[in-house]
């Protein structure tokens, strides 16, 4: 992606009276601004993007074309992060995008790699939080209320819940469904839906089928993700005893696996057996306090 859309002639663009541009702000071709936005020094705004009505982008923030928020959007304001010591950090958005009322993304942290990126046609529904160095891939829909933990990473063709809250490093597979209202403290694997449970963790329910079928998978590749998931989460393999990841193994080694069934497998043993509690990303975090052994007195050295 580039850092900077192509500047236009402030003539190009619609430009309310009321709205506060900074000189130094690239605004792409066709732009629609509304009264009392405020645009910052170092945003890049792409081609026929439209802010409707009190919305900020600060920050080197980068917006691809045809991206459009709504009112109460704050995108680019420092991370709540007690790390972040004022470094240039990034937020790197796609193309087609729709941020409804009140979401708001916060940019990178050097220790987390310095950008938050946000990939194309994705839909933020109202009070969505992305918190610094999240990744969000393409066609996800994140309903009202959905909050995102810094570092977390979300794969394409993703739906949440309203009211979801997504702890930090965790990781979200593709073509996942996100059940509401639910507290997603593990890694959750593609292909799956994932709903609240009694108790503080969310469980697999079954295969994401109408999902599946929507995102034009063949009746064959559902059914070799449905066998999967019953010789993995179903309560008959729960009640075998058998542990997770020894099934894991045995469907890995059958030949030719289905390669969207290898992708779950693999996926799983990235989260079981380099994971920490169950989330792979914690175990790649450069924090070196995180590093640091844990003493006899619970306290790291």
């Known amino acids: 992606m580039k850092r900077n859309p192509r500047p236009a002639s ?8 009321l709205a506060a541009i900074d000189p130094a702000a690239k605004i792409g071709r066709g732009a629609e601004i509304g009264p009392f936005c405020v645009v910052g020094p170092h945003v890049a705004l792409g081609d026929r993007c439209r802010l409707i009505n009190n ?4 920050g080197h923030t980068t917006v691809g074309p045809c991206c ?14 007690l790390k972040f010591m ?51 891939g393409d066609r996800c829909v994140l309903a009202n209320s959905v909050q995102l933990a810094g570092h977390v990473r979300v794969e394409s063709n993703v739906t949440f819940g309203g009211g979801t809250g997504v702890h930090h490093f965790v990781t979200i597979g593709k ?35 109408v999902g599946l079928q929507r995102a034009g998978f ?12 019953l010789r993995l989460f179903s309560r008959r393999a729960r009640a075998s005893g058998v542990p997770i990841i020894v099934n894991i193994h045995r469907i890995l080694e059958e030949a030719s696996p289905d390669p969207n069934v290898d992708y779950l497998c693999r996926f799983l043993l990235r989260s079981y057996e380099h994971g920490r509690h169950g989330r792979y990303l914690e175990s790649l975090r ?13 306290k790291r050295s």
């Open 218 to 229: 063949s009746e064959t590749e559902i059914l070799a993700l449905k066998s999967a998931y």
């Open 175 to 209: 073509h996942a469904f996100v059940g509401g209202m639910s507290r997603i403290t593990m890694d959750v694997p593609p292909f799956m839906i994932s709903v609240a449970a009694r108790g503080p963790r969310s469980e697999i329910r079954m295969i994401n089928g």
């Open 68 to 81: 459009e928020f709504f009112p109460g959007c704050v995108i680019g304001m420092p991370p709540q992060d």
């Open 10 to 17: 402030r003539a190009d663009c619609v430009i309310h009276e």
């Open 55 to 58: 919305v900020t982008l600060w």
């Open 86 to 136: 004022g470094e240039v950090t990034y937020i790197e958005i796609g193309a087609h995008n729709v941020f409804r009322e009140h979401c708001t993304i916060h940019p990178g942290t050097e220790n987390g790699g310095t950008v938050t990126r946000i990939g194309d046609n994705n839909v933020f529904l109202a009070g969505v939080h992305v918190a610094h160095d999240c990744t969000v």
């Open 286 to 298: 450069n924090d070196p306090k995180w590093r640091r052994p844990v003493g006899s007195d619970g």
